[in-house]
T-cell receptor
Framework: DGGITQSPKYLFRKEGQNVTLSCEQN?????MYWYRQDPGQGLRLIYY???????QKGDIAEGYSVSREKKESFPLTVTSAQKNPTAFYLC???????????FGPGTRLLVL | AQSVTQPDIHITVSEGASLELRCNYS??????LFWYVQSPGQGLQLLLK??????LVQGIKGFEAEFKRSQSSFNLRKPSVHWSDAAEYFC??????????????FGTGTQLKVEL
């Protein structure tokens, strides 16, 4: 079945630690996105990538980094510079310009 | 810049009753509009979308939405709610990106509770 997978489902971060969230898609979609969801705030765009080896900052990119070495994969690293990382992180992808975004199941990040 | 307002944070309806969730948007051109649903701890599932054409769009699970340009609205409706419809609903407006894909701006969501 085609779809988007995110791992892990839950992730725990210690102070000063970088953690990486995985996002993989087998839909052959060109564009991929990372969103952060906080209660009562909807979803906010962190980064997006339209092609391999290229990505753009979204609205809240500070404290995050991404890479896009393969079309299928778009990992997100939450760095120690992100002071409030506790949130639900969602990955999405689209086939082309203006197309529908399809979402993965999400990763919940918690701080120890 | 685009924006979306969902004025109702929480809505409670009885099973079998009709439902309307409100969504107002701000966007300079003809918008791409979406409704997504999210169950607790899950990702977002697309209910329906409007790109162009007929302003009344049908979606999955018996939902429909009507695009009204004059009111900048895209309200979601269902004639008879089922207990399984209890979830959080998000309206979003999309702007195409040069180079592919689109940028979605989401509303803050409406939490639907269904009373049996």
């Amino acid at each position: 079945d085609g779809g988007i997978t995110q791992s892990p489902k839950y992730l725990f971060r210690k102070e000063g630690q970088n953690v990486t969230l995985s996002c993989e898609q087998n839909l052959n979609h060109d564009a991929m996105y990372w969103y952060r969801q906080d209660p009562g705030q909807g979803l906010r765009l962190i980064y997006y990538s339209q092609i391999v080896n290229d990505f753009q900052k979204g609205d809240i990119a500070e404290g995050y980094s991404v890479s896009r070495e393969k079309k299928e994969s778009f990992p997100l690293t939450v760095t120690s510079a992100q002071k409030n990382p506790t949130a639900f992180y969602l990955c999405a992808s689209t086939r082309g310009r203006g197309e529908t975004q399809y979402f993965g199941p999400g990763t919940r990040l918690l701080v120890l | 810049a685009q924006s979306v307002t969902q004025p109702d944070i929480h809505i409670t309806v009885s099973e079998g009753a009709s439902l309307e969730l409100r969504c107002n948007y701000s966007y300079g051109a003809t918008p791409y509009l979406f409704w997504y649903v999210q169950s607790p701890g899950q990702g977002l599932q697309l209910l329906l979308k409007y790109f162009s054409g007929d302003t009344l769009v049908q979606g999955i699970k018996g939902f429909e939405a009507e695009f009204k340009r004059s009111q900048s609205s895209f309200n979601l409706r269902k004639p008879s709610v089922h207990w399984s419809d209890a979830a959080e609903y998000f309206c979003a407006v999309g702007a195409p990106l040069t180079g592919g894909g689109n940028k979605l701006t989401f509303g803050t969501g409406t939490q639907l509770k269904v009373e049996l």
